[in-house]
């Protein structure tokens, strides 16, 4: 199983981007997706999660309101829609697939995720 992260790039506050998790090696209909970032200096944390089909999603505190969690399980791909960036979302974002596969729960504890894809840089800058 791998997976890439893609569309970060530097935009100005209040701005939007959407990242992309694009899956492979297996049917991304088996897996809960959570997105994270980590920022300089920071430890990573858990921005949202996804349940295999899509119904069932959760935000931090932090970017509730402002982003997006979705899923095409046809195209294999997982998204983050961003609107109303700020300079605090500034960080490198990760995607990666739940441990637990059956069961679900809506946390964003790094350590319930593996399969951590290459991450993609977002800066939040004027």
């Known amino acids: 199983v791998q997976l890439q992260a893609s569309g970060g790039g530097l935009v100005q506050p209040g701005g939007s981007l959407r990242l992309s998790c694009v899956f492979s090696g297996s049917n991304l209909d088996f897996y809960h997706i959570g997105w994270f970032r980590q920022a300089p200096g920071k430890e990573r944390e858990g921005v949202s999660v996804i349940n295999r089909p899509g119904f069932n999603t959760r935000y931090a505190d932090s970017v509730k309101g402002r982003f997006t969690i979705s899923r095409d399980n046809a195209k294999n791909t997982v998204y983050l829609q961003m609107n109303d960036l700020r300079p605090e979302d500034t960080a490198v974002y990760y995607c990666?697939?739940?441990?637990?596969?059956?069961?679900?729960?809506?946390?964003?504890?790094?350590?319930?995720?593996?399969?951590w894809g290459q991450g993609t840089l977002v800066t939040v800058s004027s």
């Open positions: 990666a697939t739940r441990r637990n596969r059956v069961v679900w729960s809506a946390t964003l504890d790094a350590p319930q995720f593996d399969n």
